[in-house]
């Protein structure tokens, strides 16, 4: 039986131009593909952004950065998390772009003897205390950078803690911080670097925190970062969703009302009822907690998950006509069949966690189709 993710490039392109549509010309956009693009596959996702007028690309792994280089990929790529010496090296070698952190990274590079010139950006934190430096460290670390001729200063740039949130005056605490801090670059003599600080929230909702700059990632792939933030912007139909989850019923079965269905017999068939078996489970990226609590779609009719997710199936209650249902019809996880729809936000409200923990989580071995 066949279990797929579809992913619409065409609606990806969209929303790359959606996006960009907001930002001033001279404005670059970065397109994030860390963690295999949120889950929707990282070479072909990059791909279409960069198709679309993505400028740059933000990952987390050296290895994510190699495979769009061999992929072909000539444009900027930046890591956004911390890299080793030896990856610094590699890094440097690919034309690939890696994050100061702190004063302690900032001598750890500036002790390596590069081949090719290693392009930096300067990681600051002005206030989501995550990664970062502080503003009195910028001068000591850029000195120290300064030591090594083969390092090139590249960029500066921050994370806005909580404009999802609508936190408007957090956010502008955080802009003040992180234009003390190009004051402090600028005034080292370093004038001309790339300044970022907006993610697709900021883009979205904070024109003052698009900089040089723009890092979208959950937007690319037509999830909001909140519905605090989709409300607030106010055009729902801005991003398009990319991605549907389908498999089909492996097996149809009859249960009279009073058998135990699944594991630890927890679920009893209240009434005769028609099962189908899909060969998806918590490894697929159907979280356990959805059983008895989450749908999926069948037919355009939406379909309980009933009993305990296994790790490889999950049991389902048919409620279209019995006499119309075989083994090998499709099922919908996430997307649209008829008028009916499931979407990440909905399971992810179900669960109590965000859309990208759902998205990101369907592992690579489930097979993604490029449309």
Same mark, same amino acid.
């Given at each position: ?16 131009? @959606? ?35 993505? @400028?740059? /690309? ?114 502008d605490f955080q802009i003040k911080n992180f234009r ?44 909001? %970062? ?6 607030? /912007? ?6 398009? %969703? ?12 009859? #249960? ?9 017999? #927890? ?36 379909? %309980? ?57 369907? %592992? ?6 490029? #449309?």
């Amino acid at each position: 039986m066949e279990t797929y993710l579809e992913i619409n490039l065409e609606n990806l392109k969209k929303n790359v131009k @959606n996006l960009k549509s907001l930002l001033k010309a001279e404005t670059k956009f970065l397109a994030v593909v860390k963690s295999n693009a949120y889950g929707h596959g990282l070479v072909e996702c990059a791909q279409a952004a960069s198709q679309a007028g993505a @400028n740059w /690309f933000g990952v987390v792994y050296l290895e994510e950065a190699m495979s769009l280089r061999k992929a072909g990929i000539v444009k900027p790529i930046l890591i956004i998390k911390s890299v080793s010496a030896l990856e610094a090296r590699q890094a440097a070698n690919q034309d690939i772009s890696v994050p100061i952190i702190s004063l302690s990274q900032a001598h750890e590079i500036a002790d390596i003897a590069f081949d090719k010139p290693l392009k930096v950006h300067l990681k600051i934190d002005t206030g989501l205390n995550r990664l970062g430096m502080e503003n009195s460290e910028i001068e000591e670390a850029v000195k120290v950078l300064k030591s090594n001729t083969n390092i090139i200063i590249e960029g500066i740039y921050s994370h806005l803690a909580s404009v999802e949130e609508g936190d408007m005056d957090y956010t502008d605490f955080q802009i003040k911080n992180f234009r003390d801090s190009i004051k402090i670059v600028e005034g080292l003599g370093y004038k001309d670097l790339v300044k970022h600080l907006a993610a697709t929230s900021g883009t979205l909702l904070k024109p003052e925190a698009h900089f040089d700059m723009v890092r979208c990632g959950i937007g690319l792939y037509g999830l909001w %970062p909140s519905a605090d933030s989709k409300e607030a /912007f106010g055009k729902d139909d801005f991003l398009l %969703p990319v991605m549907s989850y389908k498999t089909s019923i492996d097996q149809i079965k009859e #249960v009279k009302a009073g058998e135990k269905i699944g594991y630890g017999c #927890v679920y009893e068939a209240e009434h005769d009822m028609t099962i189908g078996i899909i060969p998806v489970g918590y490894y697929e990226g159907i979280d356990r907690g959805l059983g008895d609590m989450g749908e999926v779609l069948v037919g355009g009719v939406r379909c %309980p998950i009933i009993g305990r997710v296994c790790m490889n199936l999950a049991i389902i209650e048919l409620k279209a006509e019995s006499s119309k249902l075989k083994a090998g019809q499709e099922v919908t996880i996430i997307g649209q069949d008829g008028q009916e729809e499931i979407t990440a936000d909905e399971l992810a409200d179900l669960l109590g966690t965000i859309n990208y923990e759902v998205v990101t989580r369907i %592992p690579e071995c489930v097979e993604r189709k490029f #449309v």
